[in-house]
């Protein structure tokens, strides 16, 4: 099957087309053949070698993944060949830059047809570590908050700011080129943070500070005292945060099919935008020009590669 893969770490240039084996099936397995996959920064990372672990060479890097169930193993009962599919798999496993991948039937759910591939495959990582920032035990947004979400157009930032909204909150959010953006998905007040100085123009303003972008530190001062302040990205300073009262946190996503299965129910209702900035093809400019865009750091939501 073709793949685009990269031999060993490296750069966006190393990306190429290889002709690679068709995974196998294990029993509790189904064999998606893909149709769509997105990109999120920690791809990138893996790609660089920057992570603890390490992709088998070639690497075939993605884990939000969209397609069609081709094969079930044996021990699968929830699947059949034919079903419409999306995962978001382990991000040590990738796979996904390929035409078929191999999943464990417990982390894929199936998709109605009036979702796209190309959207389901958006949601994955950067839709479960907004509903899991909004939601974290004691830091949840409640209704009539207000939430300062730094980075509010990323892939993690577009999901945050509607997730937040559908608790009640008052949500302010920044960007530096994505207004329209930012006021589809409802938010309540667009900042441009190069037109403005946020610590400055926003201090006390916000009850919670959700930092998408790792800029956390820096951008505490819109948090009232007492307030928290949770990031997915760089740590935020504990003297900085003690200093005002302000409770924080760091978030590592987890997988959970049961909150997938609520976002593409949302999706398919209407209630939650799958923002995607641009659709590539699934040949190596296709994936160099997908990667370029990710790591400039300013695409408008997610970015997403139609496999087939
Ligand atoms: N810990 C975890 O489990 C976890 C999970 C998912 C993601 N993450 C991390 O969370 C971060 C966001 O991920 P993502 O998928 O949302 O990335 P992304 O789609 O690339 O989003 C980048 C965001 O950062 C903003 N930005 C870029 N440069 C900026 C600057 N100089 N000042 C202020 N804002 C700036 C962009 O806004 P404009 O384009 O409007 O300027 C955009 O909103 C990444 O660091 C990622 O690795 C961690």
Known sequence: MKAIVVKEAGNIEDFTEKEVDKPKVNADEVLIEVHAVSINPVDSAIRK????????????LGTDISGVISEVGENVTDFSIGDEVFTSYKINRGGGLAEFVSIPEKYVVKKPENVSFEESSALG?????????VNKESYE???????????????????????????????IATTSRNEELLESLGVDQVVNYKEEDVPTAYANKADMLIDTVGQGTETLPVVVEGGRALTPAAPIAEDK???????????????NTDQLKKFIDQVAHGELKVAIDQVYPFTQDGV???YELSESGHAAGKIAIKVK
Do not use: C, W
């Open 288 to 290: 160099q020009k997908a």
């Open 125 to 133: 990582i950067a839709a479960l570590t907004a509903y899991q920032l």
């Open 49 to 60: 070698g920057r992570m603890r672990f390490k992709l088998e060479s070639p690497m075939i």
């Open 241 to 255: 945060a003690a200093e005002r009262n302000i409770t924080i946190d760091r978030i590592v996503y987890e997988i």
């Open 141 to 171: 947004v409640k209704a009539g908050e207000t939430v300062f979400v730094q980075g509010g157009s990323g892939g993690v930032g577009s999901y945050t700011v509607q997730f937040a909204k559908q608790n009640g909150a008052h949500v």
